[in-house]
């Protein structure tokens, strides 16, 4: 399963941006998707999941700012995110796999990243 994640840039401090993880083969709607993010040195970190029957589940420092949503027409799942930080600026990865969870070795699938940066 190939994943596409895009949608980032730059924003100033308190903006938005949507990311886009989106599928060309396997459809996601059956599939866990969770996303994560990284900055140079520190370990891939949990941002937010959601299940294939919509359930969400998110970080304790993105909980009330990000949004995971599904649209299974166009095979994608979206993270909305909102009043963004500097401290979110990060490279975010989409994954999915079978099974939702927080640790990125239960994933099965992974997309190439799309960098936000958040200015101050």
């Known amino acids: 399963v190939q994943l596409q994640a895009s949608g980032g840039g730059l924003v100033q401090a308190g903006g938005s941006l949507r990311l886009s993880c989106a599928s060309s083969a396997r459809t996601l709607s059956s599939l866990a998707v969770a996303w994560f993010r990284q900055v140079p040195e520190k370990e891939r970190e949990f941002v937010g999941y959601i299940g294939w029957s919509g359930r969400t589940n998110y970080a304790d420092s993105v909980k009330g700012r990000f949004a995971i949503s599904r649209d299974n027409a166009e095979n994608a799942v979206y993270l909305q995110m909102n009043s963004l930080k500097p401290e979110d600026t990060a490279v975010y990865y989409c994954?999915?796999?079978?099974?939702?969870?927080?640790?990125?070795?239960?994933?099965?699938?992974w997309g190439q990243g799309t960098l936000v940066t958040v200015s101050s």
């Open positions: 994954a999915a796999g079978t099974r939702t969870a927080i640790r990125p070795p239960l994933y099965d699938y």
